[in-house]
């Protein structure tokens, strides 16, 4: 089955940094790559995907790029605020033939120092 | 679009009974939910995969005749834990797909607590 290797796992950084999240799968049919924000006690909302043919993608300032020789796939954050502080969760999704498997990171604890 | 309700938001039970939590599609028809299981400062962890009309698949080490899902209808799926333990207190998260979509959209979440 598939494994997703996420890192950090713990990552602070200064109000108007820049941080970025690594993950790593292993399994190269994996064709959709969701990245999940979840707040303490909340439900993981989803912030930004990208699927296996697209390089990179980019929403106001949250960008992931995806790389498919290497199968790895990254989430930055530009110009971090305080709100941004929350657990980021990568995930992988093989979908296809009657088959859905999604299989989620351990997760990334963000802290932005304001 | 695409919210996901559950009820309870949280429950707190003795040793031994049931506890039924409910995951509702608001604005949208579920052709799939999914149950997970998440404790402090973990991942989500899938407990398991239900279709509507259909029993449901459980993962590898999820005992089916302990966490019962039923999916009766395109918007509604509950899981109960039946004769809950101390050990079955955790944060129960549902999610669920539209038709012909790969996100998932998540609930809100029940927080149980078994004394």
């Known amino acids: 089955g598939e494994n997703v290797e996420q890192h950090p796992s713990t990552l602070s950084v200064q109000e108007g940094d820049s941080a970025v999240i690594k993950c790593t799968y292993s399994d190269s049919a994996s064709n959709y790559f969701p990245w999940y924000k979840q707040e303490l006690g909340k439900r993981p909302q989803l912030i930004i995907d990208i699927r296996s043919n697209v390089g990179e993608k980019k929403d106001q300032r949250i960008a992931v790029t995806l790389n498919k020789t290497a199968k790895h796939f990254s989430l930055h954050i530009t110009e971090t605020q305080p709100e941004d502080s929350a657990v980021y969760f990568c995930?992988?999704?093989?979908?296809?033939?009657?088959?859905?498997?999604?299989?989620f990171g351990k997760g990334t604890k963000l802290s932005v120092i304001p | 679009g695409a919210v996901v309700s559950q009820h309870p938001s949280r429950v707190i039970c003795k040793s031994g009974t049931s506890v039924k939590i409910e995951c509702r599609s608001l604005?949208?028809?579920?052709?799939?939910m999914f149950w997970y299981r998440q404790f402090p400062k973990k991942s989500l962890m899938l407990m398991a995969t239900?279709?509507?009309?259909?029993?449901?698949?459980?993962e590898q080490g999820v005992e089916k005749d302990k966490f019962l899902i039923n999916h009766a209808s395109l918007t509604l799926s509950t899981l109960t834990v039946t004769s809950a333990h101390p050990e079955d207190s955790s944060f129960y998260i549902c999610?669920?797909?539209?038709?012909?979509?790969?996100?998932?959209?998540f609930g809100p979440g029940t927080r149980l607590t078994v004394l």
């Open positions: 995930a992988a999704l093989y979908s296809g033939a009657g088959s859905y498997q999604l299989t």
């Open positions: 604005d949208f028809q579920a052709t799939t």
């Open positions: 999610s669920a797909t539209r038709g012909g979509e790969d996100t998932q959209y």
């Open positions: 239900s279709n509507e009309g259909s029993k449901a698949t459980y």
